[in-house]
T-cell receptor, first 114, second 115 residues
């Protein structure tokens, strides 16, 4: 079956620090990969996605590259801000399955201090 | 106005009670989902529906039921609530059709406490 493993948190950083959150996956097919973000008190929203190997998703200064050879989709940001404090979820979807459901990692809580 | 709304946002109930969580969407999407979020476990799929006449069980459907009253409405019921159903519940929607990287849109969540 499909599964996602992401690095455990919590992660605490200072403003302007470099952020990386590791994510690896197991899938039987050719999944699409996502990063969702959950700000305090809110629902999840899509941060970025990639649909095939070597694709790079990017948004709000965040980037992640779909690496099929290492089955990874690590999230990076070069200079974080206090407003980036949130829970980040890595997820995958198998577009060839019948349900299109998302399989989520456990989530990584990131706190950025001023 | 939000595209995906959930009511109530917070609910406290007692063991054995039946409760219903409601989800409405204005995105015009065919597909709707219910997830629960528990600390350290991410989100797990409870039920999903591809249209009004199509309901499917997810990973953890035991103790839950759903109703798709209309394309825009998808309700989750706990027939007899128990404390380990205390969690944050999310509704999500997505558009139908073959599409790599299908994106789901989430509501704000319902925080449920079962005493």
């Amino acid at each position: 079956g499909n599964s996602v493993t992401q690095m455990e948190g919590p992660v605490t950083l200072s403003e302007e620090a470099f952020l990386t959150i590791n994510c690896t996956y197991t899938a039987t097919g050719y999944p699409s990969l996502f990063w969702y973000v959950q700000y305090p008190g809110e629902g999840l929203q899509l941060l970025l996605k990639a649909t095939k190997a070597d694709d790079k998703g990017s948004n709000k200064g965040f980037e992640a590259t779909y690496r099929k050879e290492t089955t990874s989709f690590h999230l990076e940001k070069g200079s974080v801000q206090v407003s980036d404090s949130a829970v980040y979820f890595c997820a995958l979807s198998d577009p060839f399955s019948n349900d299109y459901k998302l399989s989520f990692g456990a989530g990584t809580t990131v706190t950025v201090r001023a | 106005d939000a595209d995906v709304t959930q009511t109530p946002r917070n609910r406290i109930t007692k063991t054995g009670k039946r409760i219903m969580l409601e989800c409405s969407q204005t995105k015009g999407h065919d597909r709707m989902y219910w997830y629960r979020q528990d600390p350290g476990l991410g989100l797990r799929l409870i039920y999903y529906s591809f249209d009004v006449k199509d309901i499917n069980k997810g990973e953890i459907s035991d103790g839950y039921s759903v109703s798709r009253q209309a394309q825009a409405k998808f309700s989750l019921s706990l027939e007899s609530a128990i404390p380990n159903q205390t969690a944050l519940y999310f509704c999500a929607t997505s558009v139908s059709g073959f599409s790599e990287g299908e994106t789901q849109y989430f509501g704000p969540g319902t925080r449920l406490l079962v005493l």
